[in-house]
T-cell receptor, first 109, second 112 residues
Framework: TQLLEQSPQFLSIQEGENLTVYCNSS?????LQWYRQEPGEGPVLLVT?????EVKKLKRLTFQFGDARKDSSLHITAAQPGDTGLYLC?????????FGKGTKLSVKP | NAGVTQTPKFQVLKTGQSMTLQCAQD?????MSWYRQDPGMGLRLIHY???????DQGEVPNGYNVSRSTTEDFPLRLLSAAPSQTSVYFC???????????FGSGTRLTVV
């Protein structure tokens, strides 16, 4: 069974701080996606990475896919209250997605 | 485009009742899926479809049925609701060959 472990489970920081969340697995994935979910809404796709070692930047967010395609990280620079939400990683497996349990981020003004 | 539309947004059922959760997308996506989201469990795949007339089971299919008669619609049927089916249900779709999923806003179901 393929599993994605996310850490930390909860993160509470002050506005302006930097943070990194991690997504790890013992399995190789064909792609790795990151989603952000706000209360009462469905997940919204932030980025997809497909190549080992790939780094993608989305404004203050930096996503990295591990060389072996088993892990990924999300780094946020100078976090803002608008970054608050549940961050989910999801691995592509035979056309379907396997989700981690998420990192709940709270950014306080 | 409306994207992925789910109805109803909230529903309370009594144990043993049946109901259908509706999902429609207007993006001509071939691939559609249903997930449930429970605290501490993350999102788990219930059923999915790679195109009209084709469906398959995911990780937690028991107690649920699906059909896909059109590209646009992918309803999820609860045959005899149980308290264990209390959850938030999400429908998602994507284009075959692409990775990114578009999710609906969810249906919060409570079974009493």
């Amino acid at each position: 069974t393929q599993l994605l472990e996310q850490s930390p489970q909860f993160l509470s920081i002050q506005e302006g701080e930097n943070l990194t969340v991690y997504c790890n697995s013992s399995s190789v994935f064909s792609s790795l996606q990151w989603y952000r979910q706000e209360p009462g809404e469905g997940p919204v796709l932030l980025v997809t990475v497909v190549t080992g070692g790939e780094v993608k930047k989305l404004k203050r967010l930096t996503f990295q896919f591990g060389d072996a395609r088993k892990d990924s990280s999300l780094h946020i620079t100078a976090a803002q209250p608008g970054d608050t939400g549940l961050y989910l990683c999801a691995g592509g497996s035979q056309g379907n997605l396997i989700f981690g349990k998420g990192t709940k981020l709270s950014v306080k003004p | 485009n409306a994207g992925v539309t789910q109805t109803p947004k909230f529903q309370v059922l009594k144990t043993g009742q049946s109901m259908t959760l509706q999902c429609a997308q207007d993006m001509n996506h071939e691939y559609m899926s249903w997930y449930r989201q429970d605290p501490g469990m993350g999102l788990r795949l219930i059923h999915y479809s790679v195109g009209a007339g084709i469906t398959d089971q995911g990780e937690v299919p028991n107690g649920y049925n699906v059909s896909r008669s059109t590209t646009e619609d992918f309803p999820l049927r609860l045959l005899s609701a149980a308290p264990s089916q209390t959850s938030v249900y999400f429908c998602a779709s994507r284009v075959t060959g692409r990775y990114g999923y578009t999710f609906g806003s969810g249906t919060r179901l409570t079974v009493v």
